[in-house]
Each structure stands twice: as structure tokens, then as C-alpha cells.
């Protein structure tokens, strides 16, 4: 099945500075990534996501990008802010269409 | 629009009780899922319907466990009777697609704890 491994699990940047969250997948199937920022006490949020036939997608400070040969895929989020502080979680889906979510990223912006 | 709500938020329960959890889809979506979400294990897809009929319930830890969608909009997820080990967060997420490769939208989550 699929496997989908995230890196780093904590992740402390300055209020300002770029944040950048990698992740990996098994099943070349797969063919919707999308990242989630969860909250406190929240459900995950949808935040930016892409499909494989797009290399790079970008939304104001937060862009993803995609390399389906080399299975991996990150988020960059620049400028970042205080707000930005939370789990965000990457997600491939597998051979039946089904999420395989990452293990999390905690990241802290300190001001 | 009302995004997914769920009910109860928090519950607490003693061990052996049965308690169930609820969830009413985004309006217009068709494919419901429910997950758990523990520090040990992170997110977990338990069951997921498409157009009211369960598709795979694969992550469903044993039969303790059981999941309806009596209607379009709404769901239960059932747990009879619960465990300590059951505590966790349950949240659901609802689509409009017709299986689950597309976005899937959480509700706020139900925190089970079971003493």
C-alpha cells in the first residue's frame, strides 16, 4: 500500500523566514497531494494542494511543488508569520483513491 | 455555507458505555469519511461511504466499531461497548467526488476520552 513519510517532525523558524516541509511516496498510482494545516484543538484545513500533472502551485506565500519520478513532493511557506504556527500534514493518495496522510509537521514561528 | 459539523465535541465515557458520534455532510457533497487521530498513530481512515453505501471499512479496528449514513447528509460512528484505548480524536470529512481522490473537507473533530 501506500507509504508516506514526512520530514521534519518539528520544524522552529524565525517570524520572516522561509519554512519548507518534504515529504515521500511509494505508490507511483498515486495522483492528488494535498496539505493540511491543523490547529489547536481544530480539524485539518485544507491549505494548497496539486495533481500530477502539474509540477509547481502557488497561493500567495504558501506554494507546492511535485516531482513524480523522484516520488516526493514539498510545501514551502515564505514571509512566514506567527499565524503560521501549527500541524501541517501532507497526503497521497493510493492505488484505491484513499489519503495516506504524513506523520505531521509541528511548526513554530517565532516573533 | 455551513462546513462539516459534528457532534458531540467533547465526550467522556466510562469504559463499557456505548457511545456514538455524529457528523452531517457539507451540503451537495457525496463521499463521507471518518478518521482517528491519536499521537501514536496519527491520522487513521476507519470507513468511508460514497453516495450512502460504505466502500471500505478496512480501517475499522473490530466490531466494536460501526458506521451508518441513514441519509445523504448525515452520519454515526458507534463504538460498543468503548475501551480506554478508544480515547482519541474522531473526525469526519466530507467530498464531492465519487471515491476519495479528491478534496476532502474536516469537520472540528469529536474528543473521545473512555475511562
Not at chain 1, 511509494?26 to 484545513?45: M, R, V
Not at chain 1, 497521497?92 to 504524513?102: E, V
Not at chain 2, 470507513?47 to 460504505?54: E, K, L, S, W
Request: one cysteine or more.
Amino acid at each position: 500500500g501506500e507509504n508516506v513519510e514526512q520530514h521534519p517532525s518539528t520544524l522552529s523558524v524565525q517570524e520572516g523566514d522561509s519554512a519548507v516541509i518534504k515529504c515521500t511516496y511509494s505508490d507511483s498510482a498515486s495522483n492528488y497531494f494535498p496539505w493540511y494545516k491543523q490547529e489547536l484543538g481544530k480539524g485539518p484545513q485544507l491549505i494548497i494542494d496539486i495533481r500530477s500533472n502539474v509540477g509547481e502551485k502557488k497561493d500567495q506565500r504558501i506554494a507546492v511543488t511535485l516531482n513524480k519520478t523522484a516520488k516526493h513532493f514539498s510545501l514551502h511557506i515564505t514571509e512566514t508569520q506567527p499565524e503560521d504556527s501549527a500541524v501541517y500534514f501532507c497526503a497521497a493518495t493510493d492505488s484505491w483513491g484513499k489519503f495516506q496522510f504524513g506523520a505531521g509537521t509541528q511548526v513554530v514561528v517565532t516573533p | 455555507d455551513a462546513g462539516v459539523i459534528q457532534s458531540p465535541r467533547h465526550e467522556v465515557t466510562e469504559m463499557g458505555q456505548e457511545v456514538t458520534l455524529r457528523c452531517k455532510l457539507i451540503s451537495g457533497h457525496n463521499s463521507l469519511f471518518w478518521y482517528r487521530q491519536t499521537m501514536m498513530r496519527g491520522l487513521e481512515l476507519l470507513i468511508y461511504f460514497n453516495n450512502n453505501v460504505p466502500i471500505d471499512d478496512s480501517g475499522m479496528p473490530e466490531d466494536r466499531f460501526s458506521a451508518k449514513m441513514p441519509n445523504a447528509s448525515f452520519s454515526t460512528l458507534k463504538i460498543q461497548p468503548s475501551e480506554p484505548r478508544d480515547s482519541a480524536v474522531y473526525f469526519c470529512a466530507s467530498s464531492s467526488s465519487t471515491g476519495g481522490t479528491d478534496t476532502q473537507y474536516f469537520g472540528p473533530g469529536t474528543r473521545l476520552t473512555v475511562l
